[in-house]
């Protein structure tokens, strides 16, 4: 079946403005995640969104950075006021998993947009 | 707070040889641990996985075991390919809270 996607692909903004970027999970998964890999930082959690529970933020770097998930599907990854520094690969990842305690369900991750402030 | 060490790379081998790539974790609990791959151009791929004490996760030749008294998993290969040359990234997510928490990655280089 179709694994998760992501668009755009690549994505190159000039600093300071807004950027939207978006994930279609795999079809079913009630867990969405989206993660960031940069040169200097590595891999970083960012949000994680569970049906239809209160999201977990914790992993947001800056209030520029927020996410939402329409009718438990696609997702947006809005970076306002965009910085250098905001350079990275956007990753997105979806899972079956549920909130409750014990062996977690693998995460399925998206090709990534690849944004370059200049 | 959580987190996974890795050995720093790049490692490079020559085809055929046998790979160990570290891995330690700092955790509460009973997390479960992962290993996913990159390859060049490519999204990160869910290589194994084991979520408890002595398990062994394997897949494509690849093996790696939790140890809870080492608090380590480390990834082997008997015999690497050229097709293996990727980046490695070790992980953890605890029970409760889904974030994966990564190492910070190991580029494997093989050559003929």
């Known amino acids: 079946g179709a694994g998760v996607s992501q668009s755009p692909s690549n994505k190159v903004t000039e600093k300071g403005k807004d950027v939207e970027l978006r994930c279609d999970p795999i079809?079913?998964?009630?867990?969405l995640y989206w993660y960031r890999q940069s040169l200097g930082q590595g891999l970083e959690f960012l949000i994680y969104f569970q049906g239809n529970s209160a999201p977990d933020k914790s992993g947001l770097p800056s209030d520029r950075f927020s996410a939402e998930r329409t009718g438990g599907s696609v997702s947006t990854l809005t970076i306002q006021r965009t910085q250098q520094e905001d350079s990275a690969v956007y990753l997105c990842?979806?899972?079956?998993?549920?909130?409750?305690?014990?062996?977690?369900?693998?995460?399925?991750f998206g090709p990534g947009t690849r944004l370059l402030v200049l | 707070g959580d987190s996974v060490t890795q050995m720093e790379g790049p490692v490079t081998l020559s085809e055929e040889a046998f790979l160990t790539i570290n891995c330690t974790y700092t955790?509460?609990?009973?997390?479960?641990l992962f290993w996913y791959v990159q390859y060049p151009g490519e999204g990160l791929q869910l290589l194994l996985k084991?979520?408890?004490?002595?398990d062994k996760g394997s897949n494509k030749g690849f093996e790696a075991t939790y140890r809870k008294e080492t608090t380590s998993f480390h990834l082997e290969k008997g015999s690497v390919q050229v097709s293996d040359s990727a980046v490695y990234f070790c992980?953890?997510?605890?029970?409760?809270?889904?974030?994966?928490?990564f190492g910070a990655g190991t580029r494997l280089a093989v050559h003929p």
């Open positions: 079809s079913g998964h009630t867990a």
């Open positions: 992980a953890l997510a605890r029970g409760g809270y889904n974030k994966l928490i």
């Open positions: 990842a979806s899972s079956s998993s549920t909130t409750s305690p014990g062996p977690q369900e693998t995460q399925y």
């Open positions: 084991a979520t408890k004490a002595d």
């Open positions: 955790a509460t609990g009973y997390p479960s």
